[in-house]
């Protein structure tokens, strides 16, 4: 069975994008960025939402190629591309590079990915992950907290049913008062 993960920055009150779907709060120091990129490397399929995907699909595909790129953006760029990616949207009609669109029940269809053999999954973008969250199949969730209050936005976490117990199992600071924090859901023995 393959785990799933679910990573993101956010917002010391709990946001993973401002009003207007504003990042600019998020910039990662290099450090912290080349802690993004080897999670990148090390992940065996990332599974999008429709507007995460078309922010990111607009920018990494080339941009190892622009002037002036530094050593970790093209590093980041290569391994971007290379990540086997899978997209979840019923507007997109075709995506593009190393990824497949699913226009189908992405929680059926993630289901059946986590049950297979293979490397790692994250699943990128708040609106999916809450649908996955609700459906029990996250066991990882990954905070890098930025010291900033943005009032509002896109969440991170979403409402849920029924109480969901973490562990602890890393924390680490970043320069700037950044703070990653990692825990594993808890599930009972015949869960896992």
């Known amino acids: 069975m393959r785990r799933l993960s679910y990573a993101m920055n956010v917002s010391l009150d709990g946001y993973v994008a401002a009003p207007g779907d ?13 802690w993004w990129s080897d999670r990148v490397a090390a992940t065996g399929t ?8 078309e922010a990111m699909s607009a920018h990494w595909p080339t941009a190892d ?36 669109l699913v226009t189908g029940d992405a929680v059926a269809e993630i289901a059946r990915l ?12 708040a609106t999916l992950a809450a649908a996955v ?38 924390t680490r600071a970043f320069p700037d008062g950044l703070l990653l924090t990692r825990y594993e859901t808890e599930r009972a023995p015949a869960d896992r």
């Open 114 to 125: 986590k049950a297979e053999d293979g490397g790692p999954m994250d699943v990128v973008g």
């Open 65 to 100: 190629q622009q002037p002036g790129v530094t050593p970790a953006h093209a590093e980041y760029a290569r391994r971007w591309r290379a990540m086997p990616k899978v997209v979840f949207s019923s507007t997109l009609t075709s995506v593009e590079g190393n990824t497949r």
């Open 46 to 53: 990332a599974l999008y939402g429709r507007r995460l995907w």
């Open 133 to 170: 969250m609700r459906a029990g199949l996250v066991d990882e969730y990954v905070l890098v907290t930025h010291p900033v209050l943005v009032g509002g936005g896109t969440p991170f976490f979403t409402s849920l049913d029924h109480w969901v117990d973490l562990r602890l199992v890393e």
């Open 22 to 34: 504003d990042l600019g709060w998020s910039v990662p120091s290099d450090e912290l960025f080349q």
